[in-house]
């Protein structure tokens, strides 16, 4: 169903199935799958390619131009997958080359004011809340999670798993299955409640348990870290660690450790001193 208000290029491929709110607009090119529901004041740009029972919120724009001081002339696509949840005011833009693509996976919430910039990659079953910022070139692994307000800078990546505290200002990459606090933006442990939702084996998280003190507690140099890595997990989930760091190419966020413990030496009360001096003196006049 199409409300008469809306604008719908007659070059858009748009399935009979789909609903298209108040004052929306799909321009020519633009192709919108099975089930999709675009409400009210959307706007789905040229080269943007929905999936099946996607839902867009009120106001969002999918497939603007690169933000650039140089726009392309001929950029490339949006795609966003199957069921992902676009809530109201999100933007994603185009890719900068024409034969490459900005790519929202599948079973994804982006939520209220988010961005995904040019050639920003999103994995599966990823949750982006309200106001994150995703620079260009930004990778986001499977089922991550990146709290409110949160900025990725450009060409950075999110490893599987992880979890982006709110606020965070990340400028490096950040490895899989780990937790990072929002206000330094360093890690702070494994993401042990996305571990466990995700259905890792017992097994599997003493793996990764045991892979992360070797990464942050052995001192080892980096290359000595990746190959101890690379020995000591060949398969399974924790030998993702050692992929990870290979790909690097911004540096990586480090752990978040408290101060080392320092002892508190408590000195008498002057009365007490007065006292011990007292008896002293009373000692040697006896003596």
């Known amino acids: 169903m199409i409300h008469p208000t809306a604008v719908v290029s007659p070059r858009a491929v748009v ?13 020519a ?25 996607v839902i867009v919120g009120e106001g969002a724009v999918l497939g603007g131009l690169p933000q650039h001081i140089s726009p392309p002339e001929h950029p490339g696509r949006v795609v966003v997958g199957e069921r992902t949840v676009i809530r109201e005011n ?3 833009h185009r890719a900068m080359i024409g034969e490459g693509e900005t790519r929202i996976g599948s079973d994804c919430l982006m939520m209220v004011g988010s961005h995904a910039a040019h050639d920003v990659r999103v994995g599966n079953r990823v949750i982006i809340t309200n106001n994150v910022l995703l620079g260009g070139h930004v990778q986001v692994g499977d089922r991550a999670v990146l709290g409110g307000a949160a900025a990725v800078h450009q060409f950075c990546r999110i490893g599987r798993l992880a979890m ?10 950040v490895p899989p299955f780990v937790m990072t606090d929002g206000e330094s933006a360093m890690i702070v442990g494994l993401n042990k409640v996305g571990l466990r939702r995700s ?22 140099l980096f290359d000595e870290m990746v190959a101890a890595l690379a020995a000591a997990y060949p398969s399974g989930p924790a030998a993702e660690f050692a992929e990870f760091y ?31 001096d007292s008896s002293e003196q009373r000692t040697r006049k006896a003596g």
Do not use: W
């Not at 399935?15 to 321009?27: A, L, Q, T």
């Not at 709110?166 to 990459?173: I, L, R, Y």
């Open 15 to 27: 399935h009979s199935s789909v609903e298209i709110g108040p004052f929306s607009i799909v321009e």
């Open 29 to 53: 090119d633009a192709v919108i799958g099975q089930g999709c529901k675009l409400a009210g004041r959307t706007t789905i740009k040229s080269h943007t390619v929905l999936g099946r029972d």
């Open 90 to 92: 999100v933007t994603i």
């Open 164 to 173: 982006i505290g709110a606020c965070a200002k990340v400028v490096q990459d």
């Open 199 to 220: 259905g890792m084996t017992r097994e599997e998280m003493d793996d990764l348990k045991a892979a992360y003190r070797l990464i942050h507690r052995q001192g080892l």
């Open 246 to 276: 290979r790909g690097g190419k911004r540096g990586f966020v480090q752990e978040r450790r408290s101060p080392p413990k320092v002892a508190i030496r408590i000195h008498a009360a002057q009365d007490e001193l007065e006292d011990e």
